[in-house]
């Protein structure tokens, strides 16, 4: 966009004023601007105005003018974007504090000598952080830097001359950052280098210059408030010891970025964003010839970096990927995490583009930090030519165009959600006032009559005993309104989804006494309203959803995005999303424990929802869940044998078998992994090692955490049961198959399969697996036995009520994977199609069509598994153990069942 005719002569007063101040400089610029501006280069520029007399300060200025002439003109001309200028102002701010702090600590040491701990009786260095966009990356043209100065340890100096007088640490720091200060930003007949606030550090201005470690620790623990957490997302370390400053961002990350999904984010950037607004507007007002403010204003770069910036706090503590410095970078990650849709990231990073070069503009002016369009005509007009517009009312209608763009993204995040929904009150009945009433009970009652709730009077009663609950009573008072406030928000709700409005209530009421003391996830609920309402049609649908979500609440966040939310899986991304958190922490399990656990929860949010909306059938769900575990197991096995120490070699060659329900991929929500493991590795040390690997496998899937538990394991199918190895190699698994294992074993090889780890021992376990499956087998002996095993487990489940058990009872499920059992062992010696792991329906229709059993009975006990299945799940969604219906709702599907049975056993 630039215009030809907008030159730097006649565009910038300082650069025509610099230039014109000596005849050579305009050379040296035209010979700068060809180079790659670095810290090399900087030094070179450095050391040859020292060499010229310049004093250290004096040529660190001149060097400074020299840069951003240069920027002005390649900036002009068309030659650099907005990533070069502002990567070369923060390489150079970089520059110019490590120089400067270097040469006054090397001066202040040789009077005072070396700071040293008190403790560790180590050197001691002065850490210098970079504040806002000098930290970001992203430092402006004529921008002051905010600087905070730490260092690690107290103690004192260590004198190594006689003249030399020992200072404490605190007070040589003290000395060493004043002198820093005035070495950057006093002005002489060369200007200033930056100027430099320190207003950012701990207790601000009425604060110490510096800190230590341990006050910069004990500072934000106890005193530290939301609005700094904001300004430390941007903190960089600019000087330091590799090790202070490892230590430093321990101490800040827990500050800055929560372990947990942080909503209350929003509401505190809410205020302080109203606080920034109300200011400019106060200073728009006294100064209405120096408004649009294109920093702080409305659709300003400050809500550009407002709506990057509370992603990160918010999620920063969970995804490293959101704890980037830079605006331009954590904007591009929302897009890429589809936090934001593509299109409007793209929107903003033009408007940032937009407002940050006409912010350079209105600096290259006069090299002055402003932000607001200049009060005089003429000034406008040089600065609408600088944007490659050719007045000053085409820039406005340009400058309004991406602020309201801006201001739209803005206020769709921050709006206060709290508002925008009160027609949902009924202003007959506040909650907030009733509560505490003498005859709250009887009002709330006549209230939830009104709306229709069933059982209005147990539901009024546990509703009180949920507000003078001990642990709601002692929630600050924010959060009891709050609390308050989403339950008055929820009864409509109620009414509106369920019918059973009284369990519906309970049932949310359990969920919000377990959140209440997390105001994050209140705040969450209250900025969302639409997750309010899902969570309701949730818990409404399914106890066990509601049990789930009270549970895990940290789940609240994937009720937001309905694009998430309903989207089919994409099991290869969900594995390099896994694969990328876990190799986030290496060596931290318990860290990496919770990773899997989080994981697998989200995913699994995503699949009840969609099942609770009716998008899946009983197969499709049973597919998803059981990819998701192997690609749990496969994270969970590569992760624990990439932090053995010993391991002989990079991959292991060692596989998990999948049987039963994971392996017949007819996996549910709550169903335990039953799984095998075996190995193929020569060396002596394997067997030993591969032990280990499945015993911290086993732990990992099974140990309770913050985030639960994994899966439970069921190793009972392994070669000789309980008194066999954890482990077995392939080869001594195929001996144990084929010479000793019972029938029983050989039926539940016809629902196993290659789970996870080494391809090529899944490949050999399918080929074992196939040769067992069709074995020539005495048709008299396979009946008997397969009747005996099932009548030991039909006598172990007894029931004694009037209802049918879909599972153990004859003609129930059971009955249906014994026959597919047997109809595979005795056929697959003839038919090896029969060996096919497709899935109990599947195989009882392909029987039918090879002519073992009647086709049309075939189809009709593969629709009857589909319905005892479909029942099943439903059912243990109400959160019942046993899955028991009336007789007369399944007797066609019991029947048919009973048929084929005694087709085949009669």
Request: proline share 3%; net charge negative.
């Amino acid at each position: 966009m630039t215009n030809l005719s907008s030159t730097p002569i006649t565009a910038s007063r300082f650069y025509t004023r610099w230039l014109n101040a000596d005849a050579s400089r305009a050379q040296r610029v035209a010979e700068v601007g060809k180079l790659s501006l670095n810290s090399v280069i900087f030094g070179e520029l450095l050391q040859n105005e020292t060499d010229a007399g310049a004093s250290l300060p004096a040529a660190m200025r001149r060097v400074r003018n020299l840069v951003i002439a240069t920027l002005i003109q390649r900036d002009l001309g068309g030659l650099a974007d907005l990533a070069e200028v502002v990567d070369t102002m923060t390489t150079f701010g970089d520059f110019a504090v490590q120089t400067h702090l270097a040469a006054v600590s090397t001066e202040l040491m040789a009077i005072h000598g070396t700071p040293t701990g008190h403790e560790s009786g180590e050197s001691q260095e002065m850490i210098v952080l970079g504040m806002g966009k000098l930290g970001g990356g992203e430092l402006n043209v004529s921008s002051d830097i905010d600087l905070i100065f730490v260092y690690a340890e107290d103690g004192e100096t260590v004198a190594t001359a006689p003249e030399q007088r020992t200072l404490s640490n605190h007070e040589f720091f003290t000395r060493v950052g004043k002198k820093l200060i005035a070495a950057l930003s006093e002005i002489t007949e060369d200007g200033f280098t930056f100027r430099v606030d320190m207003a950012l550090r701990p207790n601000g201005a009425s604060g110490p210059l510096v800190a230590s470690f341990n006050m910069v620790e004990e500072y934000l623990i106890v005193q530290g408030r939301e609005w700094e957490r904001y300004a430390w997302v941007k903190a960089r370390a600019l000087t330091g010891k590799p090790s202070d400053i490892d230590a430093l961002e321990k101490i800040i990350r827990p500050f800055v970025y929560r372990r947990y999904l942080d909503y209350g984010s929003i509401d505190a950037i809410r205020n302080m964003h109203a606080q920034i607004r109300a200011e400019v507007t106060r200073q728009e007002a006294r100064h209405p010839d120096r408004s649009n403010n294109v920093k702080l204003g409305r659709g300003g770069i400050r809500e550009i970096e407002f709506l990057a910036q509370v992603f990160q706090l918010i999620r920063g503590g969970r995804d490293a990927a959101l704890r980037d410095r830079s605006t331009r970078n954590i904007l591009r990650t929302l897009a890429e995490k589809e936090l934001f849709k593509p299109e409007v990231v793209e929107q903003l990073l033009h408007a940032y583009t937009f407002l940050r070069n006409l912010e350079h503009r209105l600096q290259y002016l006069d090299d002055a930090q402003t932000h607001t369009l200049p009060p005089n005509a003429a000034d406008q007009l040089i600065v609408a030519q600088m944007m490659g517009y050719h007045d000053v009312p085409a820039l406005l209608a340009a400058l309004e165009e991406q602020r309201t763009l801006v201001a739209t993204q803005f206020d769709e995040i921050f709006s206060d959600k709290k508002n925008d929904h009160a027609a949902d009150d009924r202003a007959h009945a506040e909650l907030s006032a009733v509560l505490t009433d003498s005859d709250s009970e009887r009002v709330i009652e006549a209230y939830l009559l009104d709306l229709s709730f069933d059982h209005a009077a147990d539901a009024a009663k546990r509703l009180l005993a949920t507000w003078h609950s001990p642990r709601l009573q002692s929630l600050p008072e924010a959060s009891r309104n709050k609390l308050v406030a989403l339950v008055n928000a929820s009864l409509p709700l109620i009414v509106k989804v369920s019918e059973a409005r009284s369990t519906t209530l309970g049932r949310l009421l359990d969920f919000l006494e377990t959140i209440a003391r997390r105001a994050a996830y209140l705040a969450l609920l209250t900025e969302y309203p639409h997750a309010l309402e899902r969570v309701i049609r949730m818990i409404a649908a399914s106890d066990w959803a509601a049990k789930y979500l009270t549970r895990h609440p940290l789940l609240l966040d994937e009720l937001l995005d309905d694009r998430t939310l309903k989207a089919a899986p994409d099991w290869n991304a969900f594995a390099r999303d896994c694969r990328q958190r876990l190799d986030e922490t290496p060596g931290d399990t318990e860290r990496q424990m919770d990773v899997l656990r989080e994981m697998h929860h989200a995913q699994l949010i995503r699949l009840l929802a969609q099942d609770l909306l009716g998008d899946l059938s009983v197969e499709r769900l049973a597919d998803h869940l059981s990819e998701l575990a192997d690609r749990l197991v496969a994270a969970t096995i590569q992760t624990i044998w990439k932090g053995f120490p010993n391991r002989h070699r990079e991959e292991p060659k060692f596989s998990v078998i999948a049987y039963g329900k994971l392996g017949g991929k007819e996996l549910g929500y709550a169903s335990d992994l039953d799984v095998i493991f075996l190995y193929d590795d020569d060396d002596q040390e394997a067997p030993a090692l591969y032990a280990k690997l499945a015993q911290r496998f086993i732990t990992w899937m099974t140990a309770h955490t913050p985030a639960g538990i994994l899966f439970d394991i069921d190793i009972a199918l392994r070669p000789d049961g309980a008194s066999g190895l954890l482990v077995s190699s392939i080869s001594s698994f195929e001996k144990y198959q084929t010479t000793s294992a019972w029938l029983w074993e050989h039926q539940a090889l016809t629902r196993a399969r290659f789970c996870a780890g080494d391809a090529e021992i899944g490949a050999r376990f399918e080929a074992i697996r196939e040769k067992v499956l069709r074995q020539t087998r005495d048709p008299v002996e396979l009946k008997k036995e397969v009747l005996e095993m099932r009548k030991k487990l039909h006598d172990a489940h007894p029931n004694r009520t009037e209802l049918f058990d879909l599972k153990h009872d004859t003609g129930g499920m059971i009955d249906i994977e014994f026959m597919v059992q047997f109809l595979v062992l005795r056929n697959a010696v003839h038919h090896p199609r029969l060996t096919g792991d497709i899935g109990n329906i599947a195989l009882l229709k392909l029987c039918g069509e090879l002519g073992l059993i009647d086709t049309a009975l075939s189809v009709t006990v593969a629709d009857a598994y589909r319905t005892f299945r479909k029942l099943q799940h439903n059912i243990r969604l109400q959160g019942a153990e046993r899955a028991r219906v009336e007789q007369e709702r399944v007797a066609t599907e019991v029947a048919a069942v009973v048929a084929l049975w005694a087709t085949l056993f009669s």
